[in-house]
């Protein structure tokens, strides 16, 4: 046979397989090379208007399809009423005030997609006719999204990596390759603190599509034609140069809105660094994955802006820069007049007096007081960054034995003297909220709802809710960023919002204040601090800070306040917005 032969029937023979792997849907590389995205959206299934009606001694609900008959739970003009939709589905539980007109409450959804838990949004329902109340269910969306970039290497292979913007799983799944075996693919690299290789999940091939098994849930991967407008991008696969604009005016949640030029902040500096850094294209999951930035100054909101598909209605999850919400609500607590100071005794206060448990008699536990739960300085065996404590969020969360968190932390052994040291216990920042529900003698939502949501003009929030049903103050809140960063304008004002006093001038002090000294920054009552250097000198900060880049900081002396909102969950990058984009980036511009 000759060589021109030979070469014929090799190209035919080529060519013949070739269309047996397309017909069969085995993918070519160059198949697989794009952005692929998968999402799911878990619903909830409940939403939309909730009707109530009183007739006689009998409440009628109709919400979603559901009619329910709920018994009165006492009369008049404070009358309280709760129900729940069968199977699960939601609840809901509200107080009759304002003389009749009006039902205020909180609709708690089931657990959700993104991380299990249920959540507690306002719903308040005005009176439209003789004992016939209507509000609105507007539930926490419950989402997942995956981006998957796939490119050749130099050396041939598929390099890849994993984003996923509501909760940074591809740090847990840290996918480096993906590998065609058949007709499907593997995706290949190193699950979360884990240094060998394996493959991370293997996904069914179909021309265009790969359907994908994460953590029990099914995802329908698409490989897209156009990715130009994809969400994995901040603004565009070829975004156009940054453009300032000023804040939307939005006069019912109070905030001020001014310009960058007005608050003497440079505007080309900004743009300059939204343009190098936020909408630079993503390499590797070591990237910046900026949500949301935000800067006021002096009391006026001069810049908002969103990335990859928020926006300001979107509530964004805060992680544990919500445990400075416990601190703000506490100090409202104790500024509304209730039987409750700094030096009310933990253990006293929940239980009236009464030993909490057989540890009752190491007399270390019934010093502990509320600033030292604020503080972080209880004393108890409590803390994140040790995997062996038993009082270690991960470790508390984990346990079935016992699901009441408030009774766990309580149980906790001893290990130092309160107020000696200061270690970052998440446990200990949620019993705050049992201390002011025992102190008050109310539920923990209609506290933030009373003292902080309505006075902040804040009409959307999301509380995540504990396995006994309080909503959970070691983090994780969503808010809508605009909301979020008022606690930060109440701490810089001295404690007030639009000349409303939510705190006292002296809680709010000491609050930023470095009363501790914990991972070489201050901490204060729910709030960290640190100093910057700013034009040959230093300026102080404070700051909530959350898992993923959640930021809401304030100088003082430069009446600055900034919010940064993203999602480099678990992810050591998302200290370079503390680190390197405030002092780099932020404080450069101001004029």
Known sequence: MTTIAKTIILLLLSVALCSTAFSQGIPSDSELIGLWEGKRIAGPEIQGDLLIVLAGEQWRVDVAGHTLSVPINNTGSRAELSFSIPGGRGS????????????????????????????????????????????????????????????KREDGSLGAFLRNPDRGFGVFYNVDKVERVGDSVKWIGKFFRNPN??????????????????????????????????????????????HY??????????????????????????????????????DSI?????????????????LEEYFHGFHRNKAHDTRSASKSLAAVLAGAVIHSGAALTLSSPVFRTIHGGQASNEKAADQRRQKINLAHLLSMASGMDCDDRDPQSKGNEDTMQSQQDQLDWYQYTMD???????????????AGMNLVGAVLASATGRK????????????????????????????????????????????GQVMLNGGSWNGRRILSEDYAKKSVSALYTMQSKGYGYGWWSQQYPYKGGQVQAFFAAGNGGQLV???????????????NYSHKTFFRIQQEFVPDYILPALK
Not at 97 to 109: N, S
Not at 250 to 266: H, K, M, R, V, Y
Request: positive net charge; charged residues 20%; contains cysteine.
């Open 197 to 242: 290789e394996t493959v991370l999940a293997q996904a069914h091939y179909q021309p265009g599509r790969m359907a994908v098994n994460i953590r029990g849930n099914l995802y329908d991967m698409r490989r897209l034609a156009d990715a130009s407008n994809s969400h994995f991008y901040a603004r565009g696969k070829v975004p156009a140069p940054y």
């Open 92 to 151: 809901f539980s509200g107080k009759l005030g304002d003389g009749g007109k009006q039902i205020t409450g909180h609709w708690t959804q089931p657990g959700t997609l993104n991380n299990g838990m249920p959540h507690a949004s306002p719903v308040v329902l005005r009176l439209e006719g003789a004992g016939r109340w209507r509000g609105q269910i507007v539930p926490l969306l419950d989402e997942f999204s995956l981006f998957l970039p796939v490119w």
């Open 412 to 426: 906790l052994e001893m290990v130092r003297s309160p107020g000696r040291k200061a270690v970052y216990c998440t």
């Open 553 to 567: 900081m304030g100088i003082p002396e430069l009446e600055l306040l900034v919010a940064f909102y993203a999602g």
């Open 245 to 282: 604009t000023p804040p939307l005016v939005i006069p019912e949640d109070g905030w001020p809105i001014g310009s960058l030029q007005n608050a003497n902040i440079n505007e080309k500096s900004i743009a300059q660094f939204i343009d190098q850094v936020v909408l630079k294209p993503a």
């Open 286 to 302: 070591d990237d910046p994955y900026i949500h949301g930035i935000l800067i006021a100054r002096k009391g006026k909101l001069v």
């Open 444 to 487: 923990l939502e209609d506290l933030f709802m009373e003292l902080i949501a309505k006075p902040l003009q804040i009409k959307h929030y999301y509380l995540n809710i504990s396995p006994t049903g309080q909503p959970y103050l070691g983090g994780g809140i969503y808010w809508r960023p605009r909301d979020f960063m008022k606690l």
